[in-house]
C-alpha cells in the first residue's frame, strides 16, 4: 500500500491535472459558440444557393455542363479535413481512418499514384506524408483562421485540374456538425455536381446549444418546436418556387452559380470541421475532468482509510505502552 504521502502527492498531481482539462472545456466551449455563429450566419445562402443551382440542373434538360457530367474516373482528389492539435477525442482519428480507406480502395482499383491529397489540417498533413501519399499543399493555418479567400483559391484549382481532365473526381472528407454532441464523418462529392445528393443531404444543425450530454439533447428534441418562417411584415415565407426562368441565358446563368456553389461548399466542410472539432475536444474535456473528479474521490478514500489506520496503530501503541508500564 502506498504512503500518505505518496497519496498526497498524486491527489495533487490529479488536481492539477484537472484544473487543466476544465480550463481547456472552457475554451473549448467558447470557440465552439463562434464556430457556431460563423455557420448560422453563412449557412442560409449556401444552403439556398446549393438547393437553386441543382434544382435548375435538375429541373432543365438542356442545363448540362462539364462540373455535372460523369466520367471514367482515373484520377482522384481528396480533401481532407483535421485540426491542427490534439486532445479532441477520436476526430482526428476517425478522419484519417476514412482517408486511408478511401484512398486503399481507389489504388486497388485505379492503381498506385491515382489519388492526390488536400490537406487542411496538420495532423492529416503529417499522417499523408508519412504513408507516401502525394500531399499537394499546406493548408494547416486554415483551420486556426478559417478564410473564404483561400478556399476560393483552393476551389478554383480543383476547379481548373477537373475542367482540364487532370483530376476526375474530388471528394471532401469531413466531420458535419450535427450538434455539441454529435459529429458525423462524411465523405461528400464535390466535382462532378452530384444533383441526386440533394435530395438526401443532411442540413440538420443544433447551433443554439453547446450542451454535449445525452440527456440535454434528448431535453432538447422533447421541447424544441417548428417555427414557421415570417417576414419584417409578420407574413409567412412560402418556399422558394423550382420553377426558374432563365435570363440572360442558361450559360450565364450556370458559368456564375457552379463557382459560387463550389467556393461556399468547400467553406461550409471547413466551418463545419471546425466545429467538429471544437465540439469534440470539449466533450473530451468534460469526460476527462469527470473521471479526474472520480479518481480524486478514490485518492482522498484511500487517504482517508491510511490515516485513520495510522492513528489507530499509534493509540494502540499508546495503549500498550501505558499497560506494560
Not at 506524408?129 to 502525394?134: A, I, V
Not at 444543425?205 to 422533447?222: F, G, H, N, P
Not at 461548399?265 to 473521471?291: G, I, K, P, W
Amino acid at each position: 500500500m502506498p504512503s500518505l504521502k505518496e497519496i498526497k502527492g498524486r491527489i495533487a498531481s490529479v488536481n492539477s491535472t484537472r484544473k487543466i482539462t476544465s480550463a481547456m472545456k472552457m475554451v473549448a466551449s467558447s470557440k465552439l459558440h463562434h464556430a457556431q455563429v460563423a455557420i448560422q450566419n453563412m449557412l442560409p445562402y449556401e444552403t439556398l444557393l446549393e438547393h437553386i443551382l441543382k434544382s435548375f440542373l435538375a429541373a432543365e434538360a438542356e442545363a448540362q455542363t462539364v462540373f455535372d457530367q460523369e466520367r471514367p474516373v482515373k484520377r482522384v482528389a481528396l480533401v481532407v479535413f483535421s485540426s491542427n492539435s490534439s486532445l479532441c477525442g477520436g476526430f482526428n482519428a476517425n478522419i484519417i481512418k476514412m482517408m486511408m480507406r478511401t484512398v486503399e480502395a481507389y489504388q486497388n482499383e485505379l492503381g498506385q499514384g491515382s489519388v492526390e491529397v488536400y490537406p487542411i489540417g496538420r495532423k492529416v498533413a503529417e499522417k499523408a506524408r508519412k504513408l507516401g501519399y502525394d500531399v499537394k499543399g499546406d493548408y494547416a493555418a486554415l483551420v486556426d483562421h478559417p478564410n473564404v479567400r483561400e478556399c476560393i483559391d483552393i476551389a478554383m484549382e480543383l476547379g481548373e485540374k477537373f475542367y482540364e481532365g487532370k483530376i476526375d473526381r474530388v471528394e471532401l472528407i469531413y466531420h458535419h456538425f450535427k450538434s455539441a454532441g454529435s459529429q458525423i464523418l462524411t465523405n461528400k462529392t464535390f466535382l462532378p455536381i452530384d444533383i441526386e445528393s440533394e435530395l438526401e443531404r443532411d442540413h440538420e444543425r443544433d447551433l443554439t446549444s453547446i450542451a454535449a450530454t445525452k440527456e440535454s439533447q434528448e431535453y432538447l428534441k422533447k421541447n424544441r418546436r417548428t417555427k414557421k418562417k415570417v417576414d419584417a411584415e409578420g407574413k409567412e415565407v412560402v418556399p422558394l418556387n423550382d420553377n426558374f426562368i432563365v435570363e440572360p441565358d442558361m450559360d450565364t446563368v450556370l458559368s456564375q452559380l457552379i463557382p459560387k456553389m463550389a467556393h461556399l461548399m468547400l467553406y461550409t466542410a471547413l466551418l463545419d470541421s471546425v466545429a467538429s472539432e471544437h465540439a469534440a475536444r470539449m466533450v473530451a474535456m468534460q469526460t476527462a475532468t469527470d473521471n479526474a473528479d472520480e479518481l480524486l474521490r478514490l485518492l482522498n478514500l484511500q487517504y482517508n482509510k491510511g490515516r485513520q489506520q495510522a492513528i489507530t496503530s499509534e493509540l494502540l501503541d499508546i495503549v500498550g505502552g501505558s499497560v506494560n508500564n
